[in-house]
Nanobody, 122 residues
Framework: QVQLVESGGGLVQAGGSLRLSCAAS????????MGWFRQAPGKEREFVAA????????YNDDSVKGRFTISRDNAKNTVYLQMNSLKPEDTAVYYC???????????????WGQGTQVTVSS
């Protein structure tokens, strides 16, 4: 059974940092591109960042460029999202997901985690 389990969310003040982790099991982790998405109350789920199989390619949404960094450790079956200079508008439930190819669309991701809440106060 495939499982993606996010952790690291919480409450942080504007300008602060958090690092989210997503531990994968039940799949050959290195064969999947990984992505982070987020969903704020009343809004659609949106793309945040993605990373290729080997971690040699990454892509960030414009809203987080220069502030967020996606990375992966295939030996640990884990993908990370380092979030710096957080803003109140970053408040959302953050989800990790796995795709067979390096894509940025929700439709391209086959497996999803349960999400972790990130709340940024002003």
């Amino acid at each position: 059974q495939v499982q993606l389990v996010e952790s690291g969310g919480g409450l942080v003040q504007a300008g602060g940092s958090l690092r989210l982790s997503c531990a994968a099991s039940g799949l050959t982790f290195s064969n999947y591109a990984m992505g982070w998405f987020r969903q704020a109350p009343g809004k659609e789920r949106e793309f945040v960042a993605a990373i290729s199989w080997r971690g040699d390619s990454t892509y960030n949404d414009d809203s987080v460029k220069g502030r967020f960094t996606i990375s992966r450790d295939n030996a640990k079956n884990t993908v990370y999202l380092q979030m710096n200079s957080l803003k109140p508008e970053d408040t959302a439930v953050y989800y990790c997901a796995a795709a067979s190819i390096f894509v940025v669309t929700i439709q391209g991701y086959k497996y999803w985690g349960q999400g972790t809440q990130v709340t940024v106060s002003s």
